[in-house]
Structures are given as structure tokens and as C-alpha cells.
């Protein structure tokens, strides 16, 4: 037999040894990897379980006593009578009494109610009535004397449980009343009990032994303990629960819990800027690795043995046709002992390698375009992988529930003025700004046709809220400046409805290429809900969130004339209800949102009104007219408050970088982020109203003031040059093109004039 034989059997020999041990290694990392990235998976899904279900346990606990306000308001508990009068003020305490049991049994996890009247000073509680001197809890007196908040937490802390006498933990939830005037003051105090609600959270334990499942407050406090042992204590001083409060969310491996390796997960609450932690021990998630080894190791010393015998066989079963085809590719009819075929077969098998990289190469320049065309036609409803479409993204790479989305389609205003070389730079960098953007805080993907971006955004939140439109005006508000600051370019965005069904995406896509559309009416620089646009119904029925939200989007905005025009439609809809008391609650619920919007805000009823009440107003109210005027004239003079801080509060800012440039602009460094880091604003803010104060920009106000103090320099010193130039803040050769810019001479001949005359 030639070498090529010899060759044959080892090169076999080799090829099914490497690949078995190599298998054994990769299988027992990769059983190990699977491991640890199903613990992580096990706990993302965990930790969105949490703030689903205990951030709605409390959501709805805050949006239940938000309603149970406007019950106090019905039977105006507010003006608490006293007890030693009349039958019917008797019998209104008893009904105040009567709803305040009835709060205690909203929640299991509530362990008592009470209301507390602030122009009577008395908690009213289901045990009776005390006045601020002889209530038990005086930590929630003294908040309430002293803190004026829409919500506060306040807790974890111990109290006496009203259900069952012992002490438990809790956090007390106090929920003001701010659309009642300041004499008519009123408060919701929650004490729920954290072992109940870490009951809840244990619940829905994972299962892995020896795992921790915290809720934290931001400063590292524990408010739940799935083992109702930490709740309470402060943890932050543990290096990685600090590490977990400073990172928004996400996971890590860490090797110092306990002397022990562990996964930490940690996701953010939607309340009061907590955090779940999840910390489950490495060695939980391992206890099957041995005899994963030992299986993987017998395997692989079985797989060598037969691999031996195979390949014994197989080289000698191949050595001859080896031979003829080395022959046959080499025009030789014979081939002597000394041939070497394994040459031949290397020389081919690098052949092929190499056009495998060739084809690889194209695949890998399509596959964007690929990708781009798949998504787009899954978009139209034109993919043929409609049946199972957030696999079909998955495969994409885009992992996202599309539970609730919305599309939305971006164009360029003016595109139509563009060359299509610059229309498909644009679209293209578009593309990228809207995906960073939008990746930072939601799921979904970026695609295009045409000049037209597509932007499918996946919003989990919605579930909770019901203004979805307030999250994606932020996030168009938020592309819309960006792409003006970095690409000089104006956009106008159309939005699609909420759809909660992936198989919807073509219905939402239609829709926002229809919403773009009404750019004609809107303008450029909009975006444009095609909920607003093309309503899918008059729908009298139902109580319009969507304008009341609106609304105070445009009082916000200090925008008197879409405020009114929103007015307007407020006032339709109020037509075609014939009842006066109707309509009475409708004025007080949308004042009421209005005010909570304000007080968000940091400004009261007071500061706005004076002594106006604006109950009262709305008590003297007849006519349908009558109320659509007064509810004008209160927008009107909101916004005019609100103008006002806005310019005060502008002038304000503006002086304070005049006075900064004025002390630093001999700092080369100076600049319009490092002024603006330093006064606690946002550096295109601060550019727009310097420009709308001082007539010119921030760049000419400090050249101006240097070359103010060089002309003091050149005529009263006999510093150098580059003296000058370095007490200026500038090089040598800045300063002489931005004087000869600015004075039309060099500083040494305006020098030389001024020591002339």
C-alpha cells in the first residue's frame, strides 16, 4: 500500500477523535451555558410576572382610591359635621363611617384604611374618629401636617394590625385630594401588609432552592421578601443589591453572596422607583452537572473505540477508488508507490473551502437586504409566515411579544426638494436614529419603503395605562429633536392605533401610512394619531379620556389655541347630554385632571387662582354655554400662569449663563454642553431660549466677550500676542482670524491706531 494509506487512516482517525472530544467539551459547556441561560430567562420571566401582577396589585389599589375620591366628594364627606348635631348630620357620619369599613375590604393585602379631613384635623378610621393629638400612627400625622404630595410611600415600617391586633410590617400609601380647594382638604391613608403582599410575591416563586426574591425601595430597603425575612432591612450595603439599585435592569454572575456564586436579576417597578432582585444560588442550578459529565464522558470514550474500528475499515475500503480518483483527476493511468494521494485530496477539499467563504461572503452582503424586505412584507400582510408571525421575527432576530404596538411611519418634510442620493442617506441615517432610540426603552424593529421609515414599537405598559398616546408623543417628541439637532432635518410622524394582536401589524401599518397623510392638515414637524384623524366612531357614550388627555397635553405646551380647539370638541360631545348634573360631574372630573396634571407640575390651585373656588364656580353653572366658557377661561388662565413661570424661569437661565461666560470665558474648554451640565438643563433648550433672549447665540456672545477683553489687552497692556490670546482663551492663530473676522484688522494694527490717537 502507497503512504496515501497510512495518511488515510490517521487523517480518519484524527477527523473522528477531534470532533468526539470536542463534542464532549462543547456539549458540557453548553448543558452548563443552557443552564445558567434558562435560570436567566426563568428569572426576566419572573421578574415580569412581578411587576405585572404587584405592580397592578398596586396600581389598582391607587386607581381604586383615586375613584373612591369622587365618592367622598358625592356625599361631601369633605365638610365632616360634628356629632352632637342634627339627625341628618348624624346620619352623614354614619355613611362616612360606613364607606370607610367598606375601603378596608377593597384589597387583601390592605390592612386598614383611613380618611383624614385636614380642615377638621380627624382621621376617620374603621375603629372611630381621633383628632391629630390623640391618633396612634404619628409618623402619618406628621407627614400630613408637614408634607404636601400628590402620593406618598411612606414606610416599610411596624404597626398594629387592625385585622389582627399583632404588629406587622407595612407601607402606609397616602393618596391627596388636589382637586379640592385648600380649606376642603382631604387624604386617603393605605396601610398594607407587607406579609401578605410578599405572600403574593411568593406565590410565584420559581421554585429553585435557596432562592431570594426581594421588592426594594430605591435606597436598597426591602418592602417584600418572598421568605418574609428581610422586609424592612436595609441591604444596600451589600455590594452587588448596590450594584443592582445603581443598573436600571438586567442580570449578572456574581461570586461574592454568600460565599457562593449566584445569579443576580434585577428589573424596575413602574411604583415609586423600586426594584425587584432575584438571587438564586449557582450551586440550585447545578445539581444535575455530575452526572451530566459522567454521561457525556462515557459517551465520548465509546464514540473514540468505534471511531478506531471505522476508521481501520473505512481506509481500507477507500484506499483504492482514493487511488483511481486521484488518478483520474490527475490524467495519470498508473500511479507508483511512492504517490502521495492525501496531497491531491488536500488541494481539492482547500477548493472547496474556499468557494464555501466566497458563498458565505454573498450571503452575508444580501442578508440586509434580505431582512429588510422579509419585515416589510410582514408589515403589508404579504409574508407567507403570517401564521406564526413573532417566530418568524425571532428568526430575524427580534424578540418582542407585540402585545401592544403601534406603527408608526416617518418622512422627511421637503423630501420632495432632495436628490435620491441624499433621500436614501437621509432615510438610512433616519432608520438608525429611530432604532437607538427607540431600543432604549421598548422592544420592536426599524424598516422602510420607499422614502417612508417604519417604526413597529412594542409598549408592555399598556396594559396598566390607558394613555398610550402620552408615551409615544414623548418618544416622537424625542426623535424629532434629535434628528433636527444631528441632521438638520424636520420629520413628521403618523401613528397607528393600539392593536394587541401581532396578526394586526398590516392594519396598523396601513394606518399610520394613512395618519402621514394628514401632514396637509397638521403641518410639518407633527405627528398625527390616526385615532384623531379618522375616529372609528362618535362612540357619545363613552367618556372621551383621549380629548381630557389631550387637553392637558396643549395646556402644558402653553398652546391657548389648540387647548380651545380641543374645547371645542369637549363641548360637542357635552351637547348631546341633556342632564345638568351630568354634565356638573363631567366639569369636576376634568378639572379634577387637569389640577392633578398641574400639581404634577409643581404649582398649586392657590398659586393659579388666588382665592377663586373653583367648586363653587361650577356649582353656579346653568347652561351648557356657561360651562363650555368657564372651562375655556380656566385653560386660559393656566396657561397664562404657566407663560409667565415659563419666561421668568427662561430670563432666569439665560442671565445665569451670561454670568458663567462672563466669570470663564478665558477657559479654552467653555463650551455650550459644559454651561448648560452646570445649570441643570438640557444643552438644545438652553441654546433655543439664549437665541430668543440675547438676539445672538451662545458661540457670538462669547466670542463678542473675548474680543472685548483682547481690545482692552492691545490697548492698555503691552502683554505679547499670545499672551492675550492664552487670557482669552483661545490659540495664537484663533485669535488673530477671529479678531481680523470681527474688527475687519489684525490686533496689532488696531493697536497701533488706538496708541495713535
Known amino acids: 500500500m502507497g503512504k496515501a494509506y497510512y495518511r488515510l487512516f490517521i487523517s480518519f482517525l484524527v477527523v473522528i477523535i477531534i470532533p468526539v472530544v470536542t463534542f464532549g467539551i462543547f456539549a458540557y459547556n453548553r448543558s452548563l451555558s443552557s443552564i445558567e441561560q434558562e435560570a436567566v430567562k426563568n428569572n426576566q420571566t419572573l421578574l415580569n410576572v412581578f411587576k405585572k401582577n404587584i405592580d397592578g396589585i398596586l396600581m389598582d389599589i391607587d386607581a381604586s382610591y383615586i375613584q373612591n375620591g369622587l365618592v367622598i366628594e358625592t356625599f361631601d364627606g369633605i365638610n365632616l359635621p360634628l356629632s352632637s348635631v342634627d339627625y341628618l348630620s348624624q346620619k352623614k357620619l354614619m355613611n362616612i363611617d360606613s364607606f370607610v369599613r367598606h375601603l378596608n375590604t377593597n384589597s387583601d393585602i390592605v390592612d386598614q384604611a383611613m380618611i383624614y379631613y385636614k380642615q377638621a384635623k380627624v382621621f376617620v378610621t374603621p375603629d372611630g374618629r381621633f383628632d391629630e393629638a390623640s391618633f396612634k400612627d404619628e409618623a402619618i400625622a406628621r407627614h400630613l401636617k408637614g408634607i404636601n404630595d400628590n402620593v406618598i410611600w411612606l414606610g416599610p415600617r411596624q404597626v398594629k394590625s387592625a385585622r389582627s391586633a399583632g404588629a406587622i410590617p407595612v407601607i402606609s400609601y397616602i393618596r391627596q385630594l388636589p382637586v379640592l380647594p385648600d380649606y376642603k382638604k382631604a387624604a386617603f391613608i393605605v396601610n398594607i401588609n407587607l406579609y401578605n403582599l410578599s405572600s403574593v410575591m411568593a406565590s410565584y416563586s420559581s421554585g429553585y432552592e435557596g432562592q431570594k426574591i426581594y421588592l426594594m425601595d430605591a435606597g436598597g430597603t426591602v418592602i417584600a421578601d418572598a421568605d418574609k425575612e428581610f422586609i424592612g432591612k436595609d441591604l444596600s450595603i451589600y455590594p452587588y443589591i448596590a450594584q443592582a439599585l445603581d443598573n436600571r435592569q438586567g442580570y449578572e454572575f456574581r461570586d461574592d453572596i454568600n460565599g457562593q456564586t449566584s445569579l443576580i436579576s434585577f428589573l424596575p417597578s413602574g411604583v415609586q422607583n423600586w426594584k425587584y432582585v432575584i438571587i438564586t444560588p449557582m450551586q440550585s442550578l447545578m445539581a444535575g452537572s455530575t452526572a451530566i459529565r459522567r454521561g457525556i464522558i462515557a459517551m465520548s470514550i465509546f464514540l473514540i ?7 481501520v475499515l473505512i481506509s481500507r475500503r477507500l484506499y483504492k477508488p482514493v487511488k483511481s480518483i486521484v488518478s483520474s483527476w490527475q490524467g495519470i493511468k498508473a500511479m507508483d508507490s511512492h504517490s502521495d494521494e492525501y496531497s491531491a485530496i488536500r488541494n481539492y477539499l482547500t477548493e472547496l473551502q474556499q468557494r464555501n467563504k466566497d458563498l458565505e461572503q454573498q450571503w452575508q452582503n444580501i ?25 418568524s421575527l425571532r428568526s430575524y432576530g427580534i424578540n418582542a411579544d407585540f402585545n401592544n404596538f403601534v406603527v408608526m411611519a416617518i418622512e422627511i418634510d421637503g423630501i420632495e426638494r432632495m436628490d435620491d442620493i441624499d433621500k436614501e442617506l437621509a432615510v438610512f441615517s433616519i432608520k438608525n436614529a429611530v432604532n437607538e432610540i427607540m431600543k432604549a426603552e421598548y422592544d420592536g424593529f426599524v424598516t422602510s419603503k420607499d422614502y417612508t421609515a417604519l417604526s413597529v414599537v412594542d409598549l408592555p405598559q399598556a396594559e396598566y395605562y390607558l394613555d398610550y398616546k402620552r408615551t409615544i408623543s414623548y418618544l416622537c417628541t424625542e426623535i424629532m429633536d434629535s434628528i433636527e439637532k444631528h441632521m438638520k432635518l424636520t420629520i413628521s410622524v403618523g401613528v397607528s392605533r393600539l392593536y394587541h394582536d401581532p396578526h394586526d401589524l398590516h392594519k396598523a401599518y396601513y394606518e399610520a401610512v394613512e395618519a402621514i397623510k394628514y401632514r396637509l392638515v397638521y403641518g410639518n414637524r407633527s405627528f398625527i394619531f390616526i385615532e384623531d384623524a379618522e375616529p372609528e366612531s362618535e362612540n357619545m357614550g363613552t367618556y372621551p379620556y383621549d380629548k381630557e388627555q389631550e387637553l392637558v397635553k396643549y395646556i402644558k405646551a402653553m398652546n391657548a389655541d389648540k387647548a380651545n380647539a380641543v374645547l371645542e370638541d369637549v363641548a360637542s360631545y357635552l351637547s348631546a347630554y341633556k342632564s345638568y348634573e351630568y354634565i356638573k360631574q363631567f366639569l369636576i372630573q376634568l378639572t379634577g385632571y387637569i389640577m392633578l396634571s398641574i400639581y404634577d407640575m409643581g404649582y398649586t390651585e392657590a398659586e393659579i387662582f388666588g382665592a377663586r373656588s373653583l367648586p363653587e364656580e361650577i356649582n353656579s353653572i346653568k347652561t351648557l354655554k356657561d360651562a363650555t366658557q368657564w372651562l375655556g377661561g380656566v385653560c386660559n388662565t393656566i396657561i397664562t400662569f404657566l407663560a409667565e413661570k415659563h419666561k421668568g424661569r427662561n430670563g432666569n437661565i439665560v442671565a445665569k449663563c451670561k454670568a458663567y461666560v462672563d466669570e470663564h470665558f478665558d477657559d479654552a474648554q467653555i463650551s455650550l454642553c459644559a454651561v448648560a451640565e452646570t445649570l441643570y438643563t438640557s444643552e438644545s433648550y438652553l441654546s433655543r431660549i439664549f437665541k430668543e433672549e440675547t438676539g445672538m447665540t451662545f458661540t457670538e456672545y462669547i466670542t463678542q466677550k473675548r474680543i472685548e477683553n483682547a481690545k482692552y489687552f492691545l490697548e492698555n497692556t503691552d502683554m505679547t500676542m499670545e499672551q492675550i490670546a492664552n487670557s482669552i482663551g483661545l490659540s495664537i492663530q484663533s485669535f488673530m482670524r477671529i479678531f481680523k473676522k470681527y474688527e475687519n484688522m489684525s ?6 491706531s488706538k496708541r495713535c490717537d
Open 305 to 311: 473505540l468505534v471511531g478506531i474500528a471505522a476508521s
Open 367 to 391: 442578508w440586509p437586504i434580505v431582512k429588510e424586505k422579509m419585515l416589510l412584507d410582514i408589515l403589508s400582510g404579504k409574508s407567507a409566515m403570517m401564521t406564526d408571525i413573532n417566530n
Open 747 to 752: 490686533p496689532g494694527q488696531f493697536r497701533i
